[in-house]
């Protein structure tokens, strides 16, 4: 009897994936416990084992590497030596980007009726977001679910079946897109894929959710960028990167101020008793912030192995899920693009981000009575916290002790 392959559930808060690679061809042999294909969820990229024993049959219609369909769409079919494949349609096809929202001329969607006045119509979040994203008018929706709430798959699965009406706002926007103006360049339609969608949807409720505040201050980080010298020098081991010290010495000033190292749940403030740095890492599928966890209880050089070891797996795409979560503070740093300053927005639960700027040599006042002034490297550090966790004179203190630290890096660091 023919097994049916589907797009599983990786944790529990999926409801879509894609695939990104397929471990076998079409027609290989496949033994229960193979790793068989990835899967690509909340932005990690996952390896799927085979549950049976096989021939692996890729059908036509199955979705295309990188397209992302839900939880439980036919993927392919693992059947016995001369056993055919069945002849089933996936059960939920996947929608081509370039498509979505778009409507077929003569589709039943031009036709379909408005739904009774007076009439309530229920909608999950997921899905409404879903329906503004793909230009959908959810109201002319039917729900799959027994509860009559019309869900994420009713809507993907009407655009992808073109039954799907767009929504007013839409329409005309969609008329003028469809044929592009003379003499102008066809635009260039991407996919967007779940790491960019997940990254969309957790800075618009950073954005959105919390009341963020923003400080900024200037340290001198003469001497930090002397330590990281001297680093290099002592050991065969690569040298702490400035990432790792940042994180190392932001540890220290939250246990000082674990009212930053905080978070919402429910009605109440929870402040964490380890410090979970968060280091945001620029990587081919999009933003990523794997987690070091217990920063204040290791010492630099295991926080700089334990970095660069997920750093390394989030660019390779092998990063598990669990280590992009429990975050208690997040570190973003764009110096190496030559920042000066800039805004970071807080990576939901926690309370609080640092941004850190370019390092740069500049002359400084260093005595101003004395009129004496001198070449020293200096660093932008900007502070976004949750106003609604935390009043503005504590992140202020937060901020202080961190330069405090960049400028005085041999005190932690002796005291780690």
Request: hydrophobic letters at 45%; aromatic letters at 4%.
């Amino acid at each position: 009897m023919a097994f049916e392959v589907v797009m599983p559930r990786l944790g529990w808060n999926m409801e879509e994936g894609a695939v990104v690679g397929w471990r076998k061809k079409d027609g290989d042999p496949v033994t229960a416990g193979e790793i068989l294909f990835e899967v690509e969820s909340d932005k990690a990229v996952q390896e799927v084992e085979a549950l049976e024993s096989g021939l692996l049959r890729i059908p036509p219609e199955s979705p295309p590497l990188g397209t992302q369909v839900p939880v439980g769409t036919l993927l392919a079919w693992l059947v016995k030596p001369g056993e055919e494949m069945p002849s089933r349609a996936a059960a939920a096809p996947a929608v081509a980007p370039a498509a979505a929202g778009m409507i077929p001329a003569g589709s039943r969607a031009a036709e379909a009726p408005r739904p009774p006045e007076g009439k309530r119509i229920r909608i999950s979040p997921r899905a409404r977001r879903a329906a503004s994203e793909l230009g959908v008018d959810w109201a002319l929706l039917s729900s799959s679910g027994s509860s009559g709430r019309i869900l994420e798959r009713d809507v993907r699965q009407a655009v992808a079946a073109g039954t799907a009406a767009p929504a007013a706002s839409a329409r005309a926007v969609r008329a003028h897109e469809a044929v592009p103006a003379a003499g102008t360049p066809s635009q260039d339609v991407l996919p967007i894929s779940s790491v960019r969608r997940l990254t969309a949807e957790r800075m618009s409720a950073g954005a959105h959710t919390t009341a963020p505040v923003t400080l900024t201050t200037e340290a001198d980080a003469t001497d930090l960028v002397r330590l990281r010298g001297q680093l290099k020098g002592e050991s065969a081991q690569p040298a702490p990167s400035y990432n790792d010290l940042f994180a190392k010495l932001s540890a220290h000033a939250l246990l000082d101020h674990p009212e930053l190292n905080a978070r919402f749940e429910g009605d109440s403030i929870v402040r964490s008793a380890t410090v979970n740095i968060a280091i945001a890492v620029d990587t081919e599928r999009g933003l990523l912030a794997p987690v070091v966890r217990d920063v204040q209880a290791k010492s630099l050089r295991q926080v700089a192995r334990e970095a660069a070891d997920l750093i390394e797996r989030a660019r390779a795409g092998r990063i598990h899920p669990e280590e992009l979560r429990g975050g208690t503070f997040t570190i973003t740093n764009l110096g190496m693009y030559e920042i000066d300053a800039f805004t970071p927005i807080i990576n939901l639960p926690e309370c609080a981000i640092l941004g850190v700027g370019r390092i740069v040599a500049k002359q400084v006042v260093t005595d101003a009575g004395a009129g004496q002034v001198a070449i020293r490297h200096m660093v932008v550090l900007s502070l976004t916290f949750d106003h609604r966790l935390v009043d503005g004179a504590p992140a202020a203190r937060l901020l202080q002790k961190i330069k405090r630290n960049v400028e005085k890096p041999y005190i932690w660091l002796a005291g780690a």
